[in-house]
């Protein structure tokens, strides 16, 4: 399995949230957001360095609190343009140390724990792969949706060899969760991207541990279900 200095890991936080105000230090039953997914990625077996990546002093804060590295932004990556890439090179530059992989761990993601980060490692390596990127099976079958017109008509919403099948006879689909992406990095600095053509896999999360919380119905749910576990 992993060899030391293999696997840098990184949790990129703004301080700033269109949709829900300081989400990423927001109070989830007794403590902020972001500590959730700092806590999971030190209890990861395989993570050998975790870095906070952030525009915003709070946030450095509570990052400061634990023994990993906290990383000040500079102002073009403090802005709404700046890209996710773009704060992951800069936390890879920013590293002295030489690792072969990253993994971008999402603060937005409290119920992803190192039991699944080490699971996604664990098909990295089992894989041979270049990526890995979590995934969930989805609600509602994206068969049962489409597109609707202006003037609201359901003609053909849904097509005629589907109509009549129960949901639970449609073939699953899968969809993003942001929880855990695991790559390569010579062969994400090439590409800039976690998805890549080739040698890329899924690796499958439960709906309850995909939780990512954008707006403040996904907090209310990441609440309620963390009471439930606990």
Same mark, same amino acid.
């Given at each position: *399995?992993?060899?030391?200095?293999?696997?840098?890991?990184? =949790?990129? !936080?703004?301080?700033?949230?269109?949709?829900?105000?300081?989400?990423?230090?927001?109070?989830?039953?007794?403590?902020?957001?972001?500590?959730?997914?700092?806590?999971?990625?030190?209890?990861?077996?395989?993570?050998?360095?975790?870095?906070?990546?952030?525009?915003?002093?709070?946030? #450095?804060?509570? !990052?400061?609190?634990?023994?990993?590295?906290? #990383?000040?932004?500079?102002?073009?990556?403090?802005?709404?343009?700046?890209?996710?890439?773009? =704060?992951?090179?800069?936390?890879?530059?920013?590293?002295?140390?030489?690792?072969?992989?990253?993994?971008?761990?999402?603060?937005?993601?409290?119920?992803?724990?190192?039991?699944?980060?080490?699971? !996604?490692?664990?098909?990295?390596?089992?894989?041979?792969?270049?990526?890995?990127?979590?995934?969930?099976?989805?609600?509602?079958?994206?068969?049962?949706?489409?597109?609707?017109?202006?003037?609201?008509?359901?003609?053909? %919403?849904?097509?005629?060899?589907?109509?009549?099948?129960?949901?639970?006879?449609?073939?699953?689909?899968?969809?993003?969760?942001?929880?855990?992406?695991?790559?390569?990095?010579?062969?994400?600095?090439?590409?800039?991207? %976690? %998805?890549?053509?080739?040698?890329?896999?899924?690796? =499958? *999360?439960?709906? *309850?541990?995909? =939780?990512?919380?954008?707006?403040?119905?996904?907090? *209310?749910?990441?609440?309620?279900?963390?009471?439930?576990?606990?």
């Amino acid at each position: *399995m992993a060899n030391k200095n293999d696997y840098l890991a990184v =949790v990129p !936080a703004r301080g700033g949230s269109k949709r829900l105000a300081k989400k990423n230090i927001l109070d989830l039953n007794g403590k902020p957001l972001i500590t959730y997914t700092i806590e999971a990625g030190l209890e990861s077996q395989y993570i050998d360095k975790l870095v906070v990546s952030s525009d915003n002093e709070e946030i #450095l804060s509570v !990052a400061k609190k634990y023994d990993i590295k906290s #990383l000040k932004r500079p102002d073009e990556l403090a802005s709404d343009t700046a890209t996710t890439v773009d =704060v992951l090179i800069h936390a890879i530059e920013s590293t002295p140390q030489q690792y072969k992989y990253l993994v971008l761990l999402q603060a937005t993601s409290p119920l992803r724990t190192a039991k699944h980060i080490d699971e !996604a490692i664990e098909l990295f390596e089992t894989k041979s792969a270049d990526a890995i990127i979590s995934v969930v099976e989805v609600e509602h079958s994206p068969l049962w949706s489409n597109k609707l017109d202006e003037d609201l008509s359901m003609k053909n %919403f849904i097509s005629q060899d589907i109509l009549n099948k129960r949901s639970q006879d449609l073939e699953p689909y899968y969809r993003l969760n942001g929880a855990i992406y695991i790559i390569n990095i010579t062969k994400f600095l090439e590409e800039k991207s %976690f %998805f890549l053509q080739e040698n890329s896999y899924a690796y =499958v *999360m439960d709906k *309850m541990s995909s =939780v990512d919380i954008d707006e403040e119905i996904d907090f *209310m749910l990441a609440e309620v279900t963390l009471k439930h576990i606990n």
